[in-house]
């Protein structure tokens, strides 16, 4: 199986900046997707980011211009740095990795979540 640990996540005024970090352990011996998704109350779970493993990148339009995922396969971790950040990003982020196994089979993990507070 796959741990995934995260960090980063605090409380921060708007136009702040924060970088969110996800290191990955375990049985990963295939190709990865990592990604972060976030979580407000009451609304669906969203993708903010991914970067695969051929290193191409996709954002949510929200954040586009304003966060930068990153990743460093060497330590099987993935980094979001946020910038101008706005009280609509308030929520729980949580980390993602999709492996890719056997018979192209698709396993996902999920981090515990971080929570990140946008407020004056």
């Known amino acids: 199986q796959v741990q995934l640990v995260e960090s980063g996540g605090g409380l921060v005024q708007p136009g702040g900046s924060l970088r969110l970090s996800c290191a990955a352990s375990g049985s990963i011996f295939s190709s990865y997707a990592m990604g972060w998704y976030r979580q407000a109350p009451g609304k669906q779970r969203e993708l903010v980011a991914i970067?695969?493993?051929?290193?191409?990148?996709d954002y949510a339009d929200s954040v586009k211009g304003r966060f930068t995922i990153s990743r460093d396969n060497a330590k099987h971790t993935v980094n979001l740095q946020m910038n101008s950040l706005k009280p609509e990003d308030t929520a729980i982020y949580y980390c993602?990795?999709?492996?890719?196994?056997?018979?192209?089979?698709?396993?996902?993990?999920w981090g515990q979540g971080t929570q990140v507070t946008v407020s004056s």
């Open positions: 970067v695969t493993s051929a290193d191409t990148t």
């Open positions: 993602n990795v999709r492996l890719t196994g056997v018979l192209n089979m698709v396993y996902t993990y």
